[in-house]
């Protein structure tokens, strides 16, 4: 089972309010991967509620989104609709068996959510497995210079959402979480509660870099997210950093 739930009322947040990263992200991404992917049957792994996949599916690709929630996949499809060549998949990125895909993505430091090394290398052992040759995983991470400043409380309020969340970072396990707690409303009358624990863990850059050689893959570079034309000689100085490989 994994530690982040990503509840109905949660997920509704996350759609409506997490959104700047992608749409900062997404140009950049598009531009890569028209240049370099060679079949654009793509997998967004844990996509969350489908904002990239949307970005993905006006760009003429074909996307699977395969993320453990529920609630999350049910805003993918509703926002998705209109794509026939859009579908989603339940299931655990620790588990899955897909073929033929010309590019894995894993964005919002999806992968930051996974405990230890070992379930990242069942990841990507997957991730290697469904790619055909040429093919590129894609994914950012948190890095620890960002997480271990996790330390804040914050509060904010709009029409429709009350909203309390605060972060820390323990040293002693290497991993950072924040708790929200908030009132969601859609009609402005009746206010839901929800409270949601995220965790990141610190994956040292070094040893993203050794498992990904030993899982099979070549060509691992690192990038800022906003910039995916010049990569980044020393990724740990980064707060997140793009992470780029390819199946040879
Ligand atoms: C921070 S959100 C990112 C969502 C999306 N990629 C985005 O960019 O907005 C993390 C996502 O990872 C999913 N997730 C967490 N653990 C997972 C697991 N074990 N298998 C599949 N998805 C998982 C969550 O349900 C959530 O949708």
């Known amino acids: 089972m994994s530690i982040n739930i990503y509840g109905n009322i949660f997920s509704r947040v996350y759609d ?10 997404a ?29 993905f599916l006006k760009n003429n690709y074909d996307v699977i989104g395969l993320d453990q929630s529920e609630n999350m996949l049910r805003i993918a499809r509703y926002k998705n609709n209109e794509f026939n060549n859009f579908r989603t998949i339940h299931a655990d990125a620790r588990d899955f068996n897909i073929n033929g895909l010309g590019l894995v993505i894993s964005t919002f430091d999806s992968l930051n ?7 990242l290398n069942k990841i990507f052992s997957s991730v290697f497995d469904s790619l055909i040759k040429d093919a590129y995983f894609i994914f950012d991470l948190n890095t620890l210079r960002n997480l271990k400043e996790w330390d804040f409380i914050d509060i904010d309020e709009t ?26 409303s859609e009609d402005k009358q009746c206010y ?54 390819q199946k040879l």
């Open 16 to 25: 409506k309010y997490w959104t700047e990263y992608i749409d900062d992200l």
């Open 27 to 55: 140009p950049g991404l598009i531009k890569f991967c028209d240049v370099n992917i060679k079949s654009k049957k793509i997998l967004d792994l844990c996509c969350g509620t489908g904002r990239l996949a949307n970005i």
């Open 113 to 119: 959510h996974f405990l230890n090394t070992d379930e």
């Open 159 to 184: 029409d429709d959402l009350m909203i309390v969340m605060y972060g820390k970072y323990s040293n002693q396990q290497k991993r950072a979480f924040t708790k929200v707690i908030g009132f969601y």
């Open 192 to 245: 839901n509660r929800f409270e949601e624990v995220m965790y990141n863990t610190v994956f040292s850059i070094e040893d993203i870099n050794k498992l990904l050689i030993k899982v099979g893959f070549k060509n691992v570079k690192y990038y800022d997210p906003n910039n995916l034309s010049a990569n980044i000689p020393d990724p740990e100085k980064l707060d997140r950093v793009m992470i780029v490989c």
